[in-house]
């Protein structure tokens, strides 16, 4: 069971209360849990993924295990915790500056 | 007895302002979708309650809504916005080729014969429309294509499609306007389109005075009864055509500045036309710190100031090319809102003017709906 963390906009835009919890078949991968959340929540196409390309949004961030992995492969795995259900994955709208 | 629904369209949000008839108490909803950039709401005209929403950001991208019940609930449609095969290019600030990119729809137009039909006006400048109620959307992409799209060149607002009006004695016949680009005609449902920019001079924008495009067109405008007579609000000038856009002439006339963005038309007088002029493309406010609308009756050239009830100093706000709509009623209401959070109303034609809200975020767009 993976468990997701959305940010206040997608939470409401899906009408999700709390985490996002979900079953993933085969290797646990940035693209893997998000194909299966996107799957689950249609219309967070887009907001997290570029439409096409899938292509993380620019302002979107994955954090996990207190690390960024924003920049990694999105075939990688995900770290053994996040796999596990015992970290989630944080969706994170990146800071604004200013 | 009639009632107006006001659609406004913020920064953070957006509200639904209702009134009855005689628009002096109103009931205002919202935030709607908030902390979300809401660049347009509008209804269709065959069904009131069915109403579409831009919404907006920059972390989460374009999503689409819809409402059935006049804006209480929503749904989102379709987001996906993807140009017709291979999107080629524009012209980038540097002058280099830039591929399309989608950022933003700025308008939607719903088609005023099928409530499940809608024109959207994207940044960088395409035409997309649905016919199945939002739930998939489809690039009209010989806007694109004819053969100016490549020499398009966003300004510094972006390379926004702002403005879709639809000829209610034709619905093939479809004018769209383009930031930096300039106003086009459709005559067969948008599969050809032809530029219509003859007439219009931007000399410190543009050097070539005949050029055909490139002209920063900010909004037309039309009344119903009379589709071939368009008006508009140019980066400067405020021009009118009474060929469907074949040539314009200017009839900024005695305006006490001729920049500016919205413009609209009165709903029972083709001749009235509406402007809000704003300083310079330097100074995005009022002269002089006083907010004034200014009503030609003689379809341009000749301008009277209307400030009853507006701010008489220190009002340093803009309003935006979408922000400014009229309702249908027999004493035709005037509505504007401000980068403030202010929307002004007249109900006596622009005569005098309140507010109905004060604080909003700044105000992007109002459409209003004048109900049965």
Known sequence: MIRIVLPHHLRTLARIVGEVQLDVDGPVTQRSVLDALEARHPVLRGTIREHGTLRRRPFVRFFA?????????????????????VEPLLVVGAMAGG | MSRVRVLVGTRKGAFVLTSDGKRQKWDVS?????????YHLKGSPVDSDRVYASQSSGWFGQLIQRSNDGGKTWEAVD????????AGTHLWYDGTPHPWEFKRIWHLEPSLTDPDTVYAGAEDAALFRTTDGGKSWHELAGLRRQGSGKFWQPGAGGMGLHTIL???????????????????????????????????????????????????????AMHASRPGVLFMQKHWDVMR????????????????????????????EPETVYVVPIKSDSEHYPIDGKLRVYRSRSG?????????????????????????SVDSLDSCGIYFG???????????????????????????SVEVQTLA
Not at chain 2, 248 to 264: H, M, Q, V, Y
Not at chain 2, 302 to 322: A, H, I, S
Not at chain 2, 338 to 362: E, F, K, N
């Open chain 2, 166 to 220: 639809i000829d209610p004695s034709d619905p093939n016949r479809i004018f769209i306007a383009i930031s930096a680009a300039g106003t086009f005609r459709t005559e067969d449902g948008g599969q050809t389109w032809k530029p219509i920019n003859r007439g219009l001079v931007s000399k410190y924008e543009l050097p070539d005075p005949n050029a055909e495009v490139g002209h920063c067109v900010h909004r037309i």
């Open chain 1, 65 to 85: 295990c207190e690390r960024d992995l924003s920049h990694e492969p999105p075939d990688d795995p995900l770290p053994d915790e996040v796999a596990a259900g």
């Open chain 2, 300 to 324: 341009g050239d000749e301008w009277e100031t209307l400030g009853k009830g507006l701010p008489e100093r220190d009002c340093y706000v803009n309003v935006l090319r979408d922000a400014m």
């Open chain 2, 338 to 364: 401000t980068t403030g959070g202010q929307v002004y109303a007249s109900t006596d034609a622009g005569d005098s003017w309140a507010p109905i809200v004060r604080d909003l975020p700044a105000v992007v």
């Open chain 2, 79 to 86: 987001n996906k916005f993807a140009y017709d095969g291979d």
């Open chain 2, 241 to 268: 055509s009474d060929d469907a856009g074949d040539s314009w002439r200017e009839i900024s006339g005695d305006l006490p500045t001729d920049f500016g963005f919205a413009i609209d038309v009165h709903a029972h």
């Open chain 2, 30 to 38: 919202g935030p709607h979708f908030g902390g979300w950039e809401i």
